[in-house]
């Protein structure tokens, strides 16, 4: 179906909420974030899955970002974000927009036709927070970075934790503790 606002709906739901809403559901889910384009819905009680295919070839899902606009691109810039997945759950009245879990790719220096660095941030949200920060990052060079103020020397509060072949490894450096195996 095709709204009078241009909108398209496929699926039992009788109004679109994004250019595109893909729904198995008969009711429309809370308001999409802002932006959304493509809304795609499960019914209830059941797993909403997305499939991508590929046959003697690679599925791909691929971000991409400039600045500027369509018409008149430009250089990605370093600190940009070009990509991210991530989850939110629903609070007692509506959606968390900013609280949940994700994965951003951004960029790690200014974009050319020769270079472009990036990196892998995890986000989570603290326990008793309403905002998701970063956690680790996996930096341009392979390194496995964790903020200062996510480090910690002990175990049971945060410090990083790698299971494995050794029982335990404390790396001390002029300032932070890392404790690397099982405690």
């Given at each position: 179906?095709?709204?009078?606002?241009?909108?398209?709906n496929i699926?039992?739901?009788?109004?679109?909420?994004?250019?595109?809403s893909?729904?198995a559901?008969?009711a429309?889910?809370?308001?999409?974030?802002?932006?959304t384009?493509?809304?795609?819905?499960?019914?209830?009680?059941?797993?909403?899955r997305?499939?991508v295919?590929?046959?003697a070839?690679?599925p791909?899902?691929?971000?991409?970002?400039s600045?500027?606009?369509?018409?008149?691109?430009?250089a990605?810039?370093?600190?940009?974000?070009?990509?991210?997945f991530?989850?939110?759950?629903?609070?007692?009245?509506?959606y968390?927009?900013?609280?949940?879990v994700?994965?951003?790719?951004?960029a790690?220096?200014?974009?050319?036709?020769?270079?472009?660095g990036?990196?892998?941030?995890?986000?989570?949200?603290?326990?008793?927070?309403?905002?998701a920060?970063?956690?680790?990052?996996f930096?341009?060079?392979g390194?496995?970075?964790?903020?200062?103020?996510?480090?910690?020397?002990?175990?049971?509060?945060g410090?990083?934790?790698?299971?494995?072949?050794?029982?335990s490894?404390?790396?001390?450096?002029?300032?932070?503790?890392?404790?690397?195996?099982?405690?």
């Amino acid at each position: 179906r095709i709204a009078n606002s241009g909108f398209v709906n496929i699926g039992p739901a009788l109004v679109p909420d994004s250019l595109l809403s893909v729904t198995a559901n008969t009711a429309l889910s809370a308001t999409p974030s802002s932006g959304t384009v493509v809304h795609l819905q499960g019914a209830n009680s059941s797993t909403m899955r997305v499939l991508v295919d590929a046959f003697a070839g690679v599925p791909a899902v691929t971000f991409r970002r400039s600045q500027g606009t369509a018409a008149s691109p430009s250089a990605t810039l370093s600190g940009n974000t070009f990509g991210s997945f991530g989850g939110h759950g629903y609070g007692t009245t509506g959606y968390l927009p900013n609280a949940g879990v994700g994965f951003n790719f951004v960029a790690s220096e200014n974009w050319t036709d020769s270079v472009g660095g990036g990196e892998i941030r995890v986000l989570t949200t603290t326990i008793g927070s309403s905002l998701a920060t970063t956690k680790f990052t996996f930096s341009d060079a392979g390194n496995f970075l964790v903020p200062a103020t996510t480090a910690s020397t002990s175990a049971t509060t945060g410090a990083v934790v790698v299971g494995g072949g050794i029982s335990s490894l404390t790396l001390n450096t002029n300032s932070s503790t890392f404790m690397i195996g099982s405690y």
